[in-house]
């Protein structure tokens, strides 16, 4: 309904506006308009006087009668002659009382109306003997020139921009007399451009429009930015969409980013993202996904990628960490309301705290998961984190935003990438339903940059201009370039606009809302504001937490003597709790199962994996999953050399 209402306001606006600019347009000049019609009055009036005499007289008829004189048909002559006196007489009588009646209307109104009728009486008569004195189809000054910027689409049109494409079986038809296309429906305004829906030839597809997209903009005479080709879900290959606007997407006027006016939001309320080629408002739910952004350098991923973390920080209880790896400090005004905060050009230091606070936000995953499944069902019937349980501050189930850009420089390090990489496939898998949200952007974004793991499960995907297909693949999903959804047809001028996959039902085209880095700046503090008002500010000076993923393994070799070459997990989690209760005394309260998958996710950015250990206890043989001690030694020598080597 809202959607509909969109349209209806923009439909009405573009009306308005057009009548509106033609009434403004002749309302301006009306004043040379009376002037100039006041000039040809006495001409009009000349032309009426003589009109009126000639119509009395009959001359209409005087061709025919010197006809038959000249055929010295006496009989017809004197015919002619009698209807030209009946003529004349009535005509004459007519004329007679029209000017005894106009003139006593005249005097009546010189005595007795008042002022202004007197006024618009003569200025009636003026006018309609200037506009009869004006020569002959011309205009009362001069025409006007309209641009041709707003150009109505025509069948026409659309036929020869297709016909221009050099496509084989388009030009076949032509030869033939025929378009080429076939229209399915009407040509309509849509929003502030025209829409064309047709069938293509048979074995033409949508994606052969794409790559020629250059081309139908020359056929249209329009600019690039002005002319969207799209196929339509649902139907056949053939069947495209053609969505030509007023005025280059890049270079419109974009509306202001809404929560700007509302200066606070909810991350479980929808966040507005961008506007789409037609000026709507595109928005989707943050909460429940994670987002990837992609693009070459300098085509507008950071402004992209900051909306969403501009939004989180709009959220008072929302936990931020923020990272960012090209060096320029480009997300500096959220180091005051982020939890951890990192800017370096991948330096070992600045990756390796990054992938710290990966791994606490790992953390988070295990405890998060473990307050939920002790919740009540009638509590948290669907095992998840929502509003009411995310603004109670004694469950910590509020929400956790992580946002890493150039990604590309954490997953290729040399020490810490591999352990990266598992890390943030891990947060992805399973912070959709904690509360837990990863946001990535890379300008490289291929199989090395971006594991395979993490793009295949990211939900939502935004990708700017990229270069070929598999970049174009790596960032929207597998096969986006075969059905058409091509970030390759962008060009250096389409700042700003990819294509947003996973945020609605269908692909589409979005322009990001730009917040630059001034406001940006005001706005992180107000969020700081916000934050200190709800309790929820980051304290710089607070101790950081020792973490246990820093001891683990050191306190695995303790409690597992040199002798114990396998153990299961269960055991382990058992003398951990006993060895430090206040780091480990919630693994012991859980069940078998839970600690066995508990320390086994542990261990797994380590490279370490439990396998089945059988052992025979009273007569029976019993197989549990556990650890080698030689796999923790091992992984001790192996972090130790690396640290030794930074």
């Known amino acids: 309904m809202a959607e509909v209402h969109t349209e209806l306001k923009s439909a009405t606006g573009w009306v308005a506006g057009h009548y509106g600019h033609k009434a403004g347009y002749h309302a301006l000049r009306s004043p040379v308009y009376v002037a100039r019609l006041a000039l040809l009055s006495p001409r009009g009036a000349a032309k009426c006087i003589g009109g009126t005499m000639r119509w009395v007289a009959d001359r209409e008829g005087e061709p025919v009668r010197l006809a038959s004189v000249r055929r010295e048909d006496a009989a017809e002559y004197l015919k002619l002659s009698r209807q030209r006196d009946g003529r004349v007489r009535l005509r004459t009588l007519v004329t007679t009382l029209a000017l005894v009646v106009g003139l006593g209307a005249a005097l009546a109104i010189y005595v007795l109306a008042p002022g202004w009728l007197q006024a618009v009486s003569v200025t009636a008569l003026l006018l309609a003997l200037g506009h009869a004195g004006r020569p002959e189809d011309a205009p009362v000054i001069t025409r006007a020139v309209d641009l041709p910027q707003v150009q109505r689409l025509t069948s026409d049109i659309v036929a020869r921009a297709f016909a221009a494409l050099g496509i084989s079986e388009i030009n076949k038809q032509a030869a033939k007399g025929k378009p080429g296309i076939e229209f399915k429906a009407p040509i309509q305004r849509d929003g502030k451009g025209w829409r064309a829906d047709l069938d293509l030839p048979y074995g033409v597809t949508v994606s052969d429009v794409l790559d020629r997209r250059e081309r139908l903009a020359s056929?249209?005479?329009?600019?690039?930015?002005?002319?969207?080709?799209?196929?339509?879900?649902?139907?056949?290959?053939?069947?495209?969409?053609?969505?030509?606007?007023?005025?280059?997407?890049?270079?419109?006027?974009?509306?202001?980013?809404?929560?700007?006016?509302?200066?606070?939001?909810?991350?479980?309320?929808?966040?507005?993202?961008?506007?789409?080629?037609?000026?709507?408002?595109?928005?989707?739910?943050?909460?429940?996904?994670?987002?990837?952004?992609?693009?070459?350098?300098?085509?507008?991923?950071?402004?992209?990628?900051?909306?969403?973390?501009?939004?989180?920080?709009?959220?008072?209880?929302?936990?931020?960490?923020?990272?960012?790896?090209?060096?320029?400090?480009?997300?500096?005004?959220?180091q005051p309301i982020s939890h951890s905060y990192g800017s370096g050009p991948g330096d070992d230091a600045t990756v390796e705290g990054c992938v710290d606070a990966m791994e606490y936000v790992y953390g988070e995953l295990d405890r998060r998961a473990r307050v939920i499944n002790k919740l009540p069902k009638d509590i948290c019937p669907e095992n998840k984190v929502t509003p009411a349980l995310a603004a109670k501050k004694s469950l910590g189930l509020h929400p956790l935003v992580m946002s890493i850009d150039e990604c590309q420089e954490v997953f290729t390090h040399e020490r810490l990438g591999k352990k990266a990489a598992e890390l943030a496939t891990a947060i992805i898998k399973r912070g959709r339903a904690l509360g837990v949200i990863l946001l990535l952007g890379t300008q490289r974004p291929d199989a090395d940059s971006l594991p395979k793991a993490i793009s295949a499960n990211v939900g939502i995907r935004f990708c700017l201009q990229v270069m070929g297909q598999p970049e174009n693949d790596m960032v929207l999903g597998t096969s986006m370039y075969k059905n058409g959804i091509r970030a390759t047809s962008f060009t250096a001028a389409d700042l700003g606009i990819g294509y947003l996959v996973g945020a609605g039902p269908n692909p589409q085209i979005v322009r990001s809302y730009y917040i630059d880095n001034a406001n940006a700046e005001v706005i992180c503090q107000k969020a700081k504001a916000a934050r200190a008002a709800a309790g929820t500010l980051p304290d710089p000076d607070a101790p950081k937490a020792e973490k246990v993923a820093d001891t683990l393994l050191a306190d695995i070799l303790a409690v597992v003597p040199v002798d114990e070459a396998k153990v299961w997990?269960?055991?382990?989690?058992?003398?951990?709790?006993?060895?430090?209760?206040?780091?480990?005394?919630?693994?012991?309260?859980?069940?078998?199962?839970?600690?066995?998958?508990?320390?086994?996710?542990?261990?797994?950015?380590?490279?370490?994996?439990?396998?089945?250990?059988?052992?025979?206890?009273?007569?029976?043989?019993?197989?549990?999953?556990?650890?080698?001690?030689?796999?923790?030694t091992t992984a001790v020598a192996e972090r130790n050399r690396n640290r030794d080597a930074s």
């Open 219 to 334: 056929g249209l005479r329009k600019s690039l930015g002005c002319v969207w080709p799209e196929p339509v879900p649902g139907e056949h290959p053939g069947r495209v969409m053609l969505w030509v606007g007023d005025q280059d997407m890049a270079r419109a006027p974009q509306p202001s980013w809404p929560l700007l006016k509302t200066g606070a939001t909810s991350l479980f309320k929808p966040v507005p993202y961008g506007t789409d080629p037609r000026g709507r408002q595109v928005g989707f739910d943050l909460m429940y996904a994670n987002f990837l952004t992609g693009a070459m350098p300098g085509r507008g991923k950071t402004f992209a990628l900051r909306i969403l973390l501009l939004a989180a920080a709009m959220d008072p209880t929302a936990e931020l960490h923020t990272w960012e790896f090209k060096g320029t400090g480009d997300f500096s005004s959220f």
């Open 569 to 632: 997990n269960e055991t382990v989690v058992e003398r951990l709790a006993e060895l430090r209760p206040e780091r480990y005394g919630d693994w012991a309260r859980m069940s078998g199962e839970e600690q066995t998958a508990h320390l086994t996710a542990a261990l797994k950015p380590y490279g370490i994996a439990a396998g089945q250990i059988g052992r025979r206890i009273e007569g029976k043989f019993v197989n549990k999953r556990g650890i080698k001690r030689d796999d923790i």
